[in-house]
């Protein structure tokens, strides 16, 4: 059942329409629904286009929030919109692309002095095996990601498909969890119960339209670990405001929801690149939306010497 977007109240239609000639998008042939308790038009954004819509999720406004998660997208089946399926596609797509390139930025190169240990290793037997141990060794200390690195780029891009995969997966499943689950006294105070998962991961996925800020990029040249902080730290913001909105229970609660949700999808992302030899600051760099980069950023320049 549609709500007004004002004060939540519901109602039964958003609009009369008096004349199917004239185009619903441009104003025509409609009148809005007044909602009969705050007296104001129960959801103005039937007639805006989607310009206004993403100026207004910028801006984080509650009402735009509530025109499409309770008036446009949500489904009494409690089933993804297909817009939504789309959605999320193209996102993880955009995640690949931040995961991918800050792990290629944040892994340093093979140093020159490693180049000619190699080079003076075939000079006579007796100096082959030392250069050569000291080769190695300078190879695993410099390139932690050498065995992901010498893959072929297909099998880099499934790699890193998976990853965001789980990773989103494990940031969703949690809230959704904790939510869904009928909790008893004193949690139940803490925990909001909320049992339409679907709706919950729309949510998320909405508020998270910050991800494809980098088609920027593209545009102008920014500093891609500067720009992918932000981006992340943009998402977590509104994840929060998202969550609060949908289940109107205080940011306080919203936020150690994501705190939650972040905490696994840190773990599995971390997880899944130790396995492949990503280790130490760069996997941590590598893991986006964790809520702590400017730690992560400072703990992979002390360990690369650069502070």
């Not at 050569?132 to 780029?153: D, H, K, R, V, Y």
């Not at 709706?199 to 088609?215: N, R």
Request: charged share 15%; net charge neutral.
């Amino acid at each position: 059942m549609p709500i007004c977007i004002e004060c939540r109240y519901p109602v039964s239609t958003l609009y009369t329409t008096y004349s199917k000639a004239d185009d619903k998008a441009l104003g025509k042939g409609v009148r809005l629904t007044q909602c009969p308790r705050c007296k104001r038009f129960a959801d103005k954004y039937v007639e805006h286009d989607f310009v206004v819509l993403f100026i207004d999720l910028v801006l984080i406004k509650p009402q735009v929030y509530r025109h499409l998660l309770f008036n446009r997208l949500g489904r009494d089946d409690d089933k993804f919109d297909p817009s939504i399926k789309r959605l999320g596609v193209l996102l993880l797509l955009f995640d690949v692309y931040l995961t991918w390139a800050r792990i290629e930025k944040a892994t340093p190169s093979i140093p020159s002095t490693s180049l000619s240990l190699s080079t003076s290793a075939t000079s006579s037997a007796n100096t082959s095996l030392s250069a050569t141990n000291g080769t190695t060794t300078l190879l695993g200390e410099a390139l932690p990601s050498s065995f992901l690195a010498s893959q072929p780029i297909l099998l880099q891009y499934i790699f890193f498909l998976a990853l965001c995969a789980l990773e989103t997966a494990s940031f969703h499943i949690p809230i959704r969890a904790l939510l869904c689950f009928q909790f008893s006294r004193p949690f139940a105070s803490i925990v909001p119960h909320y049992p339409r998962p679907a709706l919950i991961s729309t949510a998320l996925l909405v508020s998270s339209f910050t991800k494809l800020f980098p088609l920027l990029l593209l545009v102008w040249n920014y500093d891609l670990p500067s720009s992918a902080s932000a981006v992340s730290w943009a998402v977590i913001i509104n994840n929060i405001a998202a969550l609060e909105i949908l289940l109107d229970c205080g940011y306080i609660k919203s936020t150690l929801l994501c705190g939650v949700g972040a905490i696994f999808r840190a773990s599995v992302g971390w997880g899944i690149l130790r396995a492949v030899g990503v280790d130490g600051g760069v996997a941590a760099a590598g893991v986006v939306e964790t809520g702590d980069i400017i730690d992560i950023w400072r703990q992979l320049t002390d360990a690369l010497g650069l502070a």
